[in-house]
């Protein structure tokens, strides 16, 4: 499957089983789903590779139904919405646990401005991680989209071990400031949000 088959042939071959068809799918679309979900993540590899690699196991395991689906990308973006959303309500119920009242009464009118707001936070992640320099935003990609270690990164770009550490620490704090100030999200959520970072 060297050549980019239509999307309607991959979903009959996997629906069929062909494990040549799920290959050629996970190695198209994984990369991009990483993108998608690590700046949701808050920028966490773990919990990013758990989240892609659910949503391809879940494909797999529904593969009959592909051949109903119009766009694969579109399917694949909406299950990891869905996953994220989940866990994003998980959290914050965890966050929230102390004070049930106080919940259920955000509950009401809150629930809608979540889901605008994990829409548009999306977006707004990937125009802070846009606005970051040539070379921070290099470096910011090739350890959390290609996976390199700061070693791997100094040699390939011909710099020190420090100084991928520290315009990756400065690319990763630039992403944040951003956030917090254009997401809109509420403090406590953002706290949770960025833990992983500290």
């Given at each position: 499957m060297s050549s980019m088959p239509s999307e309607t042939v991959i979903c009959e071959r996997l629906a069929a089983g062909d494990g040549d068809a799920f290959t050629w799918l996970y190695e198209h679309y994984q990369p991009k789903l990483f993108?998608?979900?690590?700046?949701?993540?808050?920028?966490?590899r773990q919990d990013t590779d758990e989240v892609v690699q659910d949503i391809f196991v879940k494909l797999w395991l529904r593969k009959e139904t592909l051949v109903t689906v119009q766009s694969l990308q579109a399917y694949l973006f909406m299950m990891a919405k869905n996953r994220l959303y989940d866990l994003r309500m998980a959290a914050a119920r965890q966050l929230k646990a102390r004070d049930v009242l106080a919940q259920q009464q955000e509950d009401a009118h809150t629930d809608?401005?979540?889901?605008?707001?994990?829409?548009?936070?999306?977006?707004?992640?990937?125009?802070?991680?846009?606005?970051?320099?040539?070379?921070?935003?290099?470096?910011?990609?090739?350890?959390?989209?290609?996976?390199?270690?700061?070693?791997?990164?100094?040699?390939?770009?011909?710099?020190?071990?420090?100084?991928?550490?520290?315009?990756?620490?400065?690319?990763?704090?630039?992403?944040?400031?951003?956030?917090?100030?254009?997401?809109?999200?509420?403090?406590?959520?953002?706290?949770?949000?960025f833990t992983s970072l500290k």
């Open positions: 993108l998608f979900v690590f700046p949701l993540t808050g920028f966490s809608v401005q979540e889901k605008v707001q994990f829409n548009e936070y999306h977006e707004i992640a990937r125009k802070a991680i846009a606005r970051l320099t040539p070379q921070r935003r290099r470096i910011f990609l090739l350890r959390n989209e290609s996976g390199l270690s700061l070693d791997d990164i100094a040699t390939e770009l011909h710099i020190s071990k420090f100084a991928v550490k520290k315009q990756l620490y400065e690319a990763v704090r630039d992403v944040k400031t951003y956030l917090k100030k254009h997401a809109g999200l509420d403090a406590a959520l953002l706290a949770l949000i």
